[in-house]
């Protein structure tokens, strides 16, 4: 029989914290102190703002730091922090590009690869330590050394020499480096404490997309994987990768009211909570009018609700709902429910994901919609990416014991149909809607095709929509062609809109 090594317990270690609430979770509370970390990424990700991040947090904390600049001016630092917002006061910017440099009479460059200027640039720094005495260092950055070196052994050797001088001062260390020679990448991972790599992608449309990786980091666990993040006025904020097994609650499995008797018959009592549903159709076909009409329900029993619009801004929603007897202003004005209107050009899937978890952790959302998964794609690299990023955030809802509806719009309107992903399989519950000819008229029809929870009805129902709201009808046979899209009904079950049909 095999045994199973008792696992055992990581020693509990002094943390600097970041100054980014998304990163210091990432690494579950922050940075092991007194420690050399490198930071990686191409020009323009986000190293500096990081290290400024991080010496402003710890003066916050009374802790003194320095910034060691070997390729940008004190004076360029100081715009940099103003544009955030930051006062640098208590931290000391020791500049190695100096105007002397510049000078004819000394025919070099600012920093001549030679062995007199890269002794001078480590003893300089080695002296504004001793002299200042830090808690936090930033050195920016790395590249300009390797310059200076020439000899990747020799390179090798100051910086080892760098961080054994670093560390018996108990100095927590940025390095800063824009790996502009790749080559090197390995050695630096080897001497680093840790290593986190910044990522920028600029896409066909829209602006740039930023994530950061943990690739190393000794004594710790930390949560793998790629992490969105921004940078914005008042620095880098960081959207922790979504692992739903960290969010398990116990479920309650009560079903809940869409607001309409004969859907909640046809789904097989109602909403279950902890369960998400899918509203798949054709354009104009119902499916957000039938989300606000389950929303509307939801605020008349006194839950909070969450609605993201991709697809159409506010005020055209809330103009459709009043025209169709669904009022949602008053809610709107009281705080009960938010919706908000999202560009996906403009948002990552790791930054959606930190907004719901808000919404539901720290706003108390009981029902999610999100409208539209067409648009929600957009934010997306690749439909691998959603299916992953989706299914994380629907079993975490799952968790939360929240209601949660998804809207899928498909291609076309009467015959074949498609959409531009398959979630059928990730949802709980899917609500089909279409068109079907009948008697000279095109009108609409609702069926309940799966359910995990529910024994539903596997009936088709006509559904109407007017100024007194959503009606659904009884249920109709003699149907031919709904799943194929082109639905004929020959029946003689009355409809909705004839004389004889009663209210709903």
């Known amino acids: 029989m095999r045994r199973i090594a008792p696992q055992t317990k990581l020693p509990v270690q002094e943390r600097a914290s970041t100054g980014i609430a998304g990163l210091d979770d990432v690494l579950g509370g922050g940075l092991p102190a007194r420690h050399v970390y490198l930071i990686e990424g191409d020009p323009g990700a986000g190293k500096t703002t990081l290290g400024l991040q991080f010496l402003t947090q710890g003066a916050s904390f009374g802790q003194r730091g320095l910034y060691v600049t070997l390729s940008e001016t004190s004076t360029e630092l100081r715009t940099v922090a103003a544009s955030h917002g930051w006062s640098l006061a208590g931290i000391e910017l020791f500049e190695l590009v100096s105007s002397e440099g510049l000078s004819p009479e000394l025919e070099q460059s600012i920093l001549h690869p030679s062995e007199v200027e890269l002794g001078e640039t480590v003893r300089g720094v080695m002296t504004a330590v001793d002299r200042l005495k ?38 927590t260390v940025l390095l800063l480096d824009d790996r502009s020679a790749r080559e090197t990448d390995q050695q630096l991972h080897s001497i680093a404490h840790g290593v986190i790599n910044l990522e920028q992608a600029v896409d066909q449309y829209g602006p740039e997309r930023r994530r950061l990786r943990v690739l190393k980091m000794r004594g710790i666990k930390f949560r793998g994987g790629d992490h969105d993040f ?65 929303a509307l329900a939801a605020l008349k029993r006194g839950d909070r609700v969450v609605y993201y619009l991709f697809d159409e801004g506010l005020s055209t929603l809330v103009t459709r709902a009043k025209a169709l007897a669904l009022d949602i202003t008053g809610y709107l004005e009281s705080g009960q429910l938010q919706v908000i209107p999202l560009d996906p050009a403009q948002v990552s899937a790791g930054e959606f994901a930190h907004m719901v978890r808000h919404a539901v952790e720290d706003e108390g ?140």
């Not at 050394?145 to 108990?170: E, T, W």
């Open 134 to 171: 830090p808690e936090r260092v930033v050195f920016d950055s790395l590249s300009e050394m390797r310059l200076l070196a020439q000899d990747p052994l020799r390179y090798r050797r100051q910086v080892l020499a760098l961080k054994k001088f670093f560390s018996d001062r108990g100095c």
């Open 230 to 294: 921004v940078l914005d006025t008042g620095g880098l904020s960081v959207f922790p990768r979504l692992v739903a097994a960290e969010h398990r609650l116990q479920a309650s499995a009560r079903l809940v009211s869409s607001g309409l008797p004969k859907l909640d018959t046809l789904m097989g009592g109602g909403l279950p909570c902890g369960s998400n549903t899918l509203l798949c159709g054709p354009s104009g076909a119902g499916k957000t009018t039938t989300a606000v009409t389950c």
């Open 365 to 504: 959302a009981r029902m999610i919609a999100i409208d539209s998964l067409n648009a929600y794609l957009q934010a997306m690299p690749g439909s691998k990416y959603l299916m992953l990023q989706m299914h994380e955030l629907l079993t975490y809802l799952s968790h939360r014991d929240v209601v949660t509806l998804l809207i899928l719009g498909q291609h076309g309107l009467l015959g074949e149909v498609e959409s531009d992903v398959d979630m059928s399989y990730l949802a709980d519950a899917i609500l089909l809607f279409r068109f079907f000819e009948a008697r000279g008229q095109l009108l609409k029809a609702v069926s309940m095709v799966k359910s995990r929870t529910n024994r539903h009805e596997q009936t088709i129902r006509e559904f109407r929509m007017g100024p007194g709201g959503i009606e659904v009808g009884q249920e109709l046979t003699d149907f031919e062609g709904v799943m194929t899209g082109a639905a004929v009904y020959r029946g003689n079950v009355p409809l909705l809109g004839d004389k004889q049909a009663g209210a709903n």
